[in-house]
């Protein structure tokens, strides 16, 4: 056994909006014959909080990795970690496949590190210690990447490619698609159709609080009638969507979204919805950074109506940033269908942003 190490750094966005708002990940690093990525999310699971994950980057070459550990550091002016600022795993943590993520949802608070005195001109950077014990012997290797958003400088090691880990794709196998071992059935009633799911309650409690009331509410009530098997309804969510959301919470990560852009996009509002409803908070992120990419001026006002319905911060952020950019965007969204649809509840917004604009000129004017 050896171990493979690598200290991977995350420099955030050039401009404050972007530090505080937009969701982001480095480019593929590699440790241990893997590639992975830290993901970053400003306005995290918890108020006032950043989350950061490890992910096995989904272009790995090696679709499986086990007994890893790492700790993140915000590093001072000197490149030193801060001791307050630095979280690490307690325990070896596996990534059963790609795009799998562990991390902390509450890495630090914002007020802690502006405090910190380790954010200049905008920027702070967080060091990822990265420990992956494989069978192979190893080597080291480099490779430097710098972009807008993110900047990435790694050292790691694997001295060749490692065999593939087939034992929890296996697990999948048996888990997600066989079902083997099922103990409950989920009748999903949709606007149009019905549709019943085979699931496991340790997976569903797991993964999501409501579902965990749920169930547990669901055993008090049939307490006098035990069964090994239990049967819950769910309402008002598309088969489809629930499906979608099923597979993120098997998975940890989403299936492949249609081709068709409205298809993607009613998928993508669909799980935000779902994944808000469940609290399944990984899924909602993930939903808000997928909707992020596809704001326009065709979609802007509905996204912005999703935002401020789920209460996605960075999101509704993107959004307004979105009408901000340019004068005629605003404009051109007050005339499209979708701010027709969305009008009640977008409306105070757009209001509040027309009036930044017309002050704003007026300030210029003068």
């Given at each position: 056994m050896a171990a493979s190490t690598a200290a991977a750094l995350m420099k955030t966005a050039a401009a404050r909006r972007l530090l505080r708002y937009a969701s982001t990940s480095t480019m593929p690093f590699r440790v241990g014959g893997h590639s992975w990525r830290i993901k970053y999310y400003p306005q995290g699971h918890e108020q006032g909080h950043i989350s950061l994950y490890l992910e096995l980057d989904s272009g790995s070459a090696i679709d499986a990795a086990r007994d890893v550990t790492f700790r993140f550091s915000v590093l001072d002016q000197s490149g030193n970690p801060v001791?307050?600022?630095?979280?690490?795993?307690?325990?070896?943590?596996?990534?059963?496949?790609?795009?799998?993520?562990?991390?902390?949802?509450?890495?630090?608070?914002?007020?802690?590190?502006?405090?910190?005195?380790?954010?200049?001109?905008?920027?702070?950077?967080?060091?990822?210690?990265?420990?992956?014990?494989?069978?192979?012997?190893?080597?080291?290797?480099?490779?430097?990447?710098?972009?807008?958003?993110?900047?990435?400088?790694?050292?790691?090691?694997?001295?060749?490619?490692?065999?593939?880990?087939?034992?929890?794709?296996?697990?999948?196998?048996?888990?997600?698609?066989?079902?083997?071992?099922?103990?409950?059935?989920?009748?999903?009633?949709?606007?149009?159709?019905?549709?019943?799911?085979?699931?496991?309650?340790?997976?569903?409690t797991e993964r999501s609080p409501v579902f965990k009331a749920e169930l547990e509410l669901n055993a008090a009530s049939n307490s006098k009638k035990p069964t090994a098997h239990r049967r819950i309804e769910i309402k008002d969510v598309e088969p489809r969507v629930f499906k979608a959301m099923?597979?993120?919470?098997?998975?940890?990560?989403?299936?492949?979204?249609?081709?068709?852009?409205?298809?993607?996009?009613?998928?993508?509002?669909?799980?935000?919805?779902?994944?808000?409803?469940?609290?399944?908070?990984?899924?909602?992120?993930?939903?808000?950074?997928?909707l992020s990419k596809r704001i326009d001026v065709s979609t802007a006002a509905g996204i912005l109506a999703m935002a401020e319905q789920h209460g996605c911060k960075a999101l509704k952020a993107a959004c307004?940033?979105?009408?901000?950019?340019?004068?005629?965007?605003?404009?051109?969204?007050?005339?499209?269908e979708g701010y027709e649809k969305a009008k009640a509840t977008i409306q105070p917004l757009v209001m509040e942003l027309g009036m930044k604009q017309w002050l704003a000129f007026i300030g210029a004017a003068s």
């Open positions: 001791p307050k600022l630095t979280r690490a795993t307690t325990e070896p943590r596996s990534f059963p496949h790609l795009s799998w993520c562990h991390g902390f949802r509450d890495f630090i608070t914002w007020e802690d590190l502006e405090a910190s005195g380790c954010i200049k001109d905008d920027i702070f950077t967080v060091q990822c210690d990265l420990t992956h014990t494989t069978d192979l012997g190893a080597a080291t290797s480099t490779s430097d990447d710098d972009g807008a958003a993110a900047a990435l400088a790694t050292s790691a090691g694997a001295a060749a490619p490692a065999p593939k880990l087939h034992a929890e794709h296996h697990l999948t196998e048996l888990l997600w698609k066989q079902k083997r071992g099922a103990d409950v059935t989920v009748d999903v009633v949709g606007s149009s159709e019905a549709t019943t799911f085979d699931a496991h309650v340790w997976l569903l099923l597979h993120y919470m098997y998975n940890n990560g989403l299936p492949e979204m249609e081709e068709n852009d409205d298809a993607a996009m009613a998928m993508a509002q669909g799980l935000l919805a779902a994944a808000d409803r469940f609290k399944v908070d990984g899924l909602k992120l993930a939903c808000e950074e997928t307004l940033e979105f009408l901000m950019a340019r004068p005629e965007n605003l404009k051109a969204v007050m005339e499209t």
